[in-house]
């Protein structure tokens, strides 16, 4: 089982619609969460961090955190096209580095 | 001037040579990591360290080597490289500190083709 699994997707929503991208981690112990946005062939760019349950909200993306399911999500509200990337999620425990996950693809059609 | 820079930005080389690709940092950070990444596989955990003195493996060291020069300076060697090394590297950091400094910085990448 991998320690952080997202759908690779692609995820595929209409322009100004919500895109809804999910993450499970498997240790219990992680106490950090990051949403990373990767363009293709360029390096990963931090949208997102959430540390306690419930959501954190920064403009158009809403992080959620529920540490018992072991899941975290990213909604994006009113999609735009340049916001077609590959979304990473990354999990840190105690003094481990990050661990990421493979990333979920997501397309925004005009 | 960009925070985390990485050199070469692209890099072709033939199996057996050895390689080493640079990564430094304006940041003032401690922490410095190497990630490599594969279509597919996300980013993986090369090497990380917490700061000149203290170097770590990560998931997938085997035929890697690193060298922390300096606070600002995080070196990753192949010593013979081999095809299935191939890949787009990163280079990242970290402040040390509470969790509001967790965020870590990439670097640009380096592309490595190992013919």
């Known amino acids: 089982q991998k320690e952080v699994e997202q759908n690779s997707g692609p995820l595929s929503v209409p322009e100004g619609a919500i895109a809804s991208l999910n993450c499970t981690y498997s240790?219990?112990?992680?106490?950090?969460f990051f949403w990373y946005r990767q363009y293709s062939g360029k390096s990963p760019e931090l949208i997102m961090s959430?540390?306690?349950?419930g959501d954190k909200e920064d403009g158009r993306f809403t992080a959620q955190l529920n540490k018992a399911s072991q899941y975290v999500s990213l909604l994006i509200r009113d999609s735009q096209p340049s916001d077609s990337a590959t979304y990473l999620c990354?999990?840190?425990?105690?003094?481990?580095?990050?661990?990421f996950g493979s990333g979920t693809r997501l397309q925004v059609q005009p | 001037d960009a925070d985390v820079t990485q050199t070469p930005r692209n890099r072709i080389t033939k199996t057996g040579k050895r390689i080493m690709l640079e990564c430094s940092q304006t940041?003032?950070?401690?922490?410095m990591y190497w990630y490599r990444q594969d279509p597919g596989l996300g980013l993986r955990l090369i090497y990380y360290?917490?700061?000149?003195?203290?170097?770590n493996k990560g998931e997938i060291s085997d035929g890697y080597s690193v060298s922390r020069q300096a606070q600002a300076k995080f070196s990753l060697s192949l010593e013979s490289a081999i095809p299935n090394q191939t890949a787009l590297y990163f280079c990242?950091?970290?402040?040390?500190?509470?969790?509001?400094?967790?965020?870590?910085?990439f670097g640009p990448g380096t592309r490595l083709t190992v013919l």
């Open positions: 990242a950091t970290r402040g040390a500190g509470t969790s509001s400094t967790d965020t870590q910085y």
């Open positions: 240790d219990r112990g992680s106490q950090s």
């Open positions: 959430i540390y306690s349950n």
């Open positions: 990354a999990v840190k425990a105690g003094r481990r580095a990050l661990t």
């Open positions: 940041k003032g950070h401690d922490r």
């Open positions: 360290s917490f700061d000149v003195k203290d170097i």
